[in-house]
């Protein structure tokens, strides 16, 4: 019962349409009790030669009518429980995807994808069954059980309804260990078919580099092992599932076998009527439901509970980054002042950045540089709050960043990651992702700024055209020149391109760099790059190495240094000269 205890915010929620939907099923439950009873009466006159036309219209009317108030009050306890289920699934949805907008990349990190997944589809959906076929259930064995059991004590005889109740002990004692197996068994069968999920998942989203690499028989091989798993898992499942049925089987065969024997002696003795027999053990039968409603509830019951343990856990996760209760509501604008004198990224023991230190104009262009895993990234990290628990401080316009509702932060900037995604939506759709009712005018403005505007003229559909699953059917220069197109849509106050000109040729670069410097003059712009001629125009330039900068100045002073900078500009001439030298010769 402890999952009913869990859910009673729900329950308190939701109180008026399940007292509806109770007192209907109550209703029902008494309705029910009035066929056998009037089949035993029919039965007697029958016997005793008393049965007239008049009087079997009588009983038939009175099953007829009970039988149409079955139904409409069927029909409404039905909206109002099983309707009050789908909401609760509704909103565990919806707690958990509010959940995961929550969090950090740090989250992400040490939860996988389909593993969220199977949270939010299968656990939902066990606990949905709890607050729906679970409460039914609990309701109806009680309210239905003991409307027959008081019919069969009262009306017809006390002492047989003892008798045939001896069995019940051995049902419950039997049910309450099989529930404690199941909740066990059903919380791994669960976490199987997350790691499946997971695999499903990765698998599909990485099938190009698995048929590149010819990986396609090893990936369905652990596709199988993980599926057996499952299997083994969730046989494990139904094995105890299915010793819910015949334990309640055997039982009801006990009941019936004492009441017709007893009843047998009682009926010679004189004590009851062949019709009372007859009505008692009918009665009997409508106990077979909420016999198998209780071995239905344990079954429910601890599904629903291992599942919401689940939910609970992942929705128990603080939230590592979260607004100060008098952050501002406003968007930063202003100069920014990069100031951290050590930062680790969670679980890592060595220092990601330590003492960098460095001063952003409004208006200004930033060029960060420097060895994949020197810190540029880190950085960016730092200024979109994506990760704390740096020592120093960072300040947007004179004021720290974490005084800022995080909302407003992001709002104010407009960041193009390395990692390019794109919505399995229209080109139109992609762009105008923060404002879909933009005006086609200044979604195709931002489009030609990031020099994608001919492209997509040139696609099937134009700014109509799909882009598949994140952007399967684009290049990768055209995917990163539409999400450059998005940021620059936002009007955003710093923009940011970590490493976003990397697939698009060099002559195509300088005129998106060129078009940005015109169209941002009074903006703010970092770029990370390791092609330096993207950073080139940047009015100061940070060498960053193993975690800190080691020259800084614009690309001049870094050239007249004649030290790391220097290096990596003249290597990157000789590949230049190369490349044009092996085009002369072809």
């Known amino acids: 019962m402890a999952v009913f205890v869990k859910l009673k915010w729900f329950f308190a929620e939701r109180k008026r349409q399940y007292i509806l939907g109770l007192t209907m099923l109550a209703f029902v439950a008494m309705l029910n009790l009035i066929p056998p009873k009037v089949i035993g009466y029919v039965i007697d006159e029958i016997s005793k030669g008393d049965l007239t036309r008049l009087s079997l219209a009588k009983w038939v009317g009175i099953i007829v009518i009970v039988a149409i108030s079955t139904y409409i009050l069927r029909f409404y306890w039905r909206q109002m429980i099983f309707g009050s289920s789908n909401y609760l699934a509704k909103v565990l949805r919806e707690k958990l995807f509010r ?122 091989a652990d596709f199988r092992r993980l599926s057996k798993v499952a299997v083994e898992k969730n046989l494990k499942v139904a094995k105890i599932d299915s010793l819910f049925d015949p334990t309640i089987s055997f039982v009801i065969v006990l009941s019936f076998m004492l009441s017709l024997g007893f009843g047998a002696k009682f009926i010679y003795e004189g004590a009851m009527s062949i019709g009372d027999l007859i009505a008692f053990n009918t009665y009997l039968g409508l106990l077979v439901w909420p016999m198998l409603a209780f071995g239905m509830l344990f079954n429910i019951m601890q599904r629903g509970a291992a599942s919401y343990e689940r939910i609970e856990e992942l929705l128990a996760v603080p939230v590592e980054i979260d607004d100060k209760e008098s952050a501002l509501d406003v968007k930063p604008r202003g100069d920014i002042q990069f100031e951290v004198e050590e930062f680790k990224f ?21 060029g960060i540089v420097g060895k994949t895993g020197s810190g540029k990234t880190a950085i960016l990290k730092l200024l979109l709050r994506e990760f704390e628990g740096y020592t120093g401080e960072i300040t947007f316009g004179g004021i720290a960043i974490d005084d800022y509702k995080k909302i407003k932060l992001r709002e104010s900037i407009g960041y193009v990651p390395q990692d390019h995604f794109l919505f399995s939506a229209t080109v139109f759709e992609n762009i105008a992702f923060n404002n879909p009712t933009e005006k086609k005018e200044i979604v195709e403005q931002a489009a030609k700024i990031a020099h994608i505007h001919e492209d997509i003229l040139r696609f099937s559909d134009g700014y109509k055209t799909l882009v598949g699953e994140r952007g399967v059917s684009l290049s990768g220069g055209q995917k990163q020149r539409i999400s450059i197109a ?3 849509l936002l009007e955003p106050e710093l923009l940011i391109l970590d490493d976003s000109l990397s697939a698009v040729d060099a002559k195509t670069e300088e005129e998106i760099l060129k078009s940005l410097k015109e169209s941002r003059k009074e903006a703010t712009t970092i770029i990370t790059s390791h092609r330096l001629s993207a950073i080139e125009h940047a009015n100061q330039i940070i060498v960053m190495h193993e975690g800190t900068i080691v020259e800084k100045g614009t690309h001049k002073e870094l050239l007249a ?23 002369a010769n072809e």
């Open 99 to 220: 959940h995961f907008t929550k969090m950090s990349p740090s989250f992400y990190q040490r939860n996988r994808v389909g593993d969220l997944m199977a949270h939010a589809t299968n656990d939902v959906s066990a606990v949905q069954q709890t607050a729906g076929i679970g409460v039914l259930t609990l309701f109806d064995s009680i309210t239905t059980g003991g409307f027959v059991i008081l019919a069969m004590a009262f009306t017809i005889d006390w002492r047989l309804t003892i008798i045939a109740l001896i069995p019940m002990p051995i049902m419950a004692i039997l049910t309450n260990y099989y529930g404690k197996l199941l909740h066990m068994r059903f919380r791994e069968a669960q976490a199987a078919f997350s790691d499946l999920n997971d695999k499903t998942q990765e698998s599909i989203s990485g099938i190009k580099v698995i048929k590149t690499f010819g990986h396609e028989r090893e990936d369905i």
């Open 561 to 583: 240094l004649q030290g790391r900078y220097s290096e990596m500009y003249r290597l990157q001439q000789l590949e230049r000269l190369v490349e044009k030298g092996g085009e």
């Open 486 to 488: 998005r940021a620059i």
């Open 346 to 366: 969670p679980g890592e023991q060595s220092s990601a950045l330590h003492n960098v230190h460095f001063t952003l104009k409004k208006g200004e262009t930033l």
